[in-house]
Every structure is written in C-alpha cells, then in structure tokens.
T-cell receptor
Framework: QKEVEQDPGPLSVPEGAIVSLNCTYSNSAFQYFMWYRQYSRKGPELLMYTYSSGNKEDGRFTAQVDKSSKYISLFIRDSQPSDSATYLC???????????FGSGTRLQVQP | EAQVTQNPRYLITVTGKKLTVTCSQN?????MSWYRQDPGLGLRQIYY???????DKGDVPEGYKVSRKEKRNFPLILESPSPNQTSLYFC???????????FGEGSWLTVV
C-alpha cells in the first residue's frame, strides 16, 4: 500500500467551477503538507504549504489538513483554463528531508 | 532569475552506455536532490545532498550515483543504464528546509 494515495483523474470541470483535490495518507508521522502544480513538460512548482492540521488560504487556493482523518484537500475557486495541470500532494516527516509525493491528479478546466 | 538547470532535457541511449545528467542551481542552496517521476508512482527521491561532499541515498538509489564537488552542481550518473531507468528525472534544490523546493524543468531519459 502506498503511503500517499491520490486519485489520478482526469478531473474535468467547466470554467468558474470550484475544484476539490484530495489526498489520503497512512503515516501519522507526516507533519508538513504541500501542494505542487505541474504543467505538461515542466517541473513541479510549490502552490501551498501547511504545517499540521488547519486551513490556509492564498488567493483562489485553500489548503486543508485533517490529521485525525489523514486527509488533505486543495480547493480552487473560480477555476480558470490556466489552472489545467497535474496537482501533486506531498508530505514530510519532522526530521526527515525527503518529501513523499502522491501520484498526482490531472485537472482540466474547460473554457 | 532563480533557476535549477538540467541538461540534457531529452536523451535516448542504449543499455549499458554510461551517461550523466547535469544539474546546476544559482540560488546558493545547500540542499539538492534528484527525483524520478513515473506514471502512477509519483515523484520518488533517488539521492540527496546536504552540502558539498555530503550525499545520501533516497528511496530508489539503485543504479545511480551522484557527486557534489561544488555547491551549485549535483550531477546524476547512470553507470550502466537499463530500460527500467527510462523515466522523467527532476533535479531540485532547497535553501535548507524541505518544504520550499525548487525543481528543474526535467530530463526525459529513454534507455533502449
């Protein structure tokens, strides 16, 4: 069983929709949670970072962490065609350098 | 402009022919690492380096070598490539906290 599970999609939504992307994980030692966006043929870029449980908002993006359920989410409001990309969740344990990534969800926002 | 630069971006090679993928960063970061990305498996760490002359294995180090002779460079060496090393490779650097990672553009490697 993978430590981090993520639905690969593709997830197709109309422009302006609210998008919900999710990951579940099995290791309760994860304390740091990140979302990366990866455009086709590009490297991942960091979108959001949260520590432990709680919410964080940045413009149209909101990240949520529920450690009791081992579940993290990324919400995108007013989605745009330029949001079409693969979204990767990533997690880290305290004291370890390496990130553990989900396999990514491909999002398509239709104009 | 802050950059992580990898070369080559695309390479097709034959089994057993040694190759090196170079990586250079201009941000004076101490921490550098290599990942490979495969469909359905996500990004997996191959090797990392905390500083010059300090390297260590990640989750999937078999078949790879690295060196860190200078702070800015962190080449990935495949001494005898095999087809199961066909993948998309990313070099990444960080100022010292893993949560802020800058990735290169990626290197598509095919071993036939």
């Amino acid at each position: 069983q993978k430590e981090v599970e993520q639905d690969p999609g593709p997830l197709s939504v109309p422009e302006g929709a609210i998008v919900s992307l999710n990951c579940t994980y099995s290791n309760s030692a994860f304390q740091y949670f990140m979302w990366y966006r990866q455009y086709s043929r590009k490297g991942p870029e960091l979108l959001m970072y949260t520590y432990s449980s709680g919410n964080k908002e940045d413009g149209r993006f909101t990240a949520q962490v529920d450690k009791s359920s081992k579940y993290i989410s990324l919400f995108i409001r007013d989605s745009q065609p330029s949001d079409s990309a693969t979204y990767l969740c990533a997690m880290k344990r305290t004291g370890r350098r390496a990130l553990t990534f989900g396999s990514g969800t491909r999002l398509q926002v239709q104009p | 402009e802050a950059q992580v630069t990898q070369n080559p971006r695309y390479l097709i090679t034959v089994t057993g022919k040694k190759l090196t993928v170079t990586c250079s960063q201009n941000m004076n970061h101490e921490y550098m690492s290599w990942y490979r990305q495969d469909p359905g498996l996500g990004l997996r760490q191959i090797y990392y380096s905390m500083n010059v002359e300090v390297t260590d294995k990640g989750d999937v180090p078999e078949g790879y070598k690295v060196s860190r002779k200078e702070k800015r460079n962190f080449p990935l060496i495949l001494e005898s490539p095999s087809p199961n090393q066909t993948s998309l490779y990313f070099c990444a650097s960080s100022p010292g906290t893993e949560n802020t990672i800058y990735f290169g553009e990626g290197s598509w490697l095919t071993v036939v």
